[in-house]
């Protein structure tokens, strides 16, 4: 693997500014936790793994979830609200199922009912977003939020960028994403092109890609922040905040540093977690939800108050 290159990644915020603000995403204030030592960002997986999508590049499990399992994943998610409705300190929660969790009716519920605690900064979720967008008008916009990801194999075109459309009337803060495949570069151009100035459209490097510096500036040029994601970020004994101000749970309240990391922290329900900071054990991490959190990426600068949702503090 190439490490990363220094800061192109980092380069000043002011010159990655991307389009003017939209009203829909003014002042909405702080989601990270930047100067509050109490706030507590939570990466939550539970059991779920089904989606309606069947995309070849997707590392996620791709499998019909059985009734029992669907219970399972019910019944650990409102233990886990439960959990976050009864805190004392302010909470984030990024919600990156291994399949597709808005289409239940459960990650519905939890979005909006986490949405209008006091104490909730941002609710966020990794999504397709391929149920029907009328459960929003419930919830609490100001701290709810759509990482979004287009799948041109799986949705028609004009049926994407009409939700799109949708939730920027209705007001919510999202971004758009789309995997850097050469397949794809057509339509990531037609999607820049298509969509609001102010809505930030971000591209991942395909797993296992390899960019020239030619590919790699034609893909800058749709997404200015791709140089983070073209090469893998050097992480060992790096500073990070995952296993103190961000931390990964799992269905059972299992408690690690981040997804990438095994190693077992404790446990959210039973008090055996301490938040610690600790260095990054690992080579490279090559994942937005985790280098996003390595200190030397100074990302969080980036994305001032969108951390979770993804989006740039400069639009």
């Known amino acids: 693997m190439r490490p990363a290159e220094p800061r192109a990644a980092g380069a000043s915020p002011e010159v990655l500014r991307i389009g003017g603000r939209p009203e829909h995403l003014a002042d909405t204030g702080p989601a990270d936790d930047a100067g509050d030592s109490e706030h507590l960002t939570i990466l939550y997986r539970g059991p779920l793994s089904s989606c309606d999508y069947d995309c070849s590049y997707c590392p996620f499990a791709k499998r019909r979830d059985s009734p029992e399992r669907l219970r399972a994943d019910r019944a650990a998610l409102e233990r886990f609200t439960g959990w976050v409705a009864g805190r004392e300190h302010p909470v984030s929660v990024l919600f990156t199922p291994w399949g597709e969790g808005l289409v239940r009716s459960w ?63 209705r007001g919510v803060r999202f971004s758009v994403g789309i995997v850097g495949l050469p397949e794809h570069l057509d339509h990531a151009r037609r999607l820049r092109a298509d969509l609001p100035d102010g809505v930030y459209l971000w591209v991942n490097a395909a797993e296992g890609h390899l960019y020239t510096d030619a590919e790699a500036a034609v893909w800058t040029g749709i997404d200015p922040l791709f140089p983070y994601s073209r090469t893998p970020h050097r992480s060992a004994g790096r500073p990070c905040r995952t296993g103190d101000s961000v931390i990964s749970v799992d269905g059972d309240g299992t408690v690690r540093r981040c997804h990438f990391v095994p190693a077992v922290l404790g446990n959210l329900y039973d008090g055996t977690f301490r938040r610690r900071a600790r260095p990054c054990p690992l080579a490279v991490c090559d994942c937005h939800i985790g280098y996003v959190h390595l200190e030397p990426t100074g990302l969080y600068d980036v994305f001032a108050g969108g951390i979770l949702e993804r989006i740039p503090s400069i639009l």
């Open 107 to 169: 990650y519905r519920r939890a979005m909006v009912g986490l949405s209008h605690l006091p104490h909730v900064r941002r609710v966020a979720v990794q999504t397709n977003f391929s149920c029907r967008p009328d459960w929003l008008a419930e919830a609490d916009l100001g701290t709810l939020a759509l990482w979004v990801t287009y799948h041109p194999s799986q949705v028609a075109y004009e049926r994407f960028t009409d939700k799109c459309r949708d939730l920027v009337s």
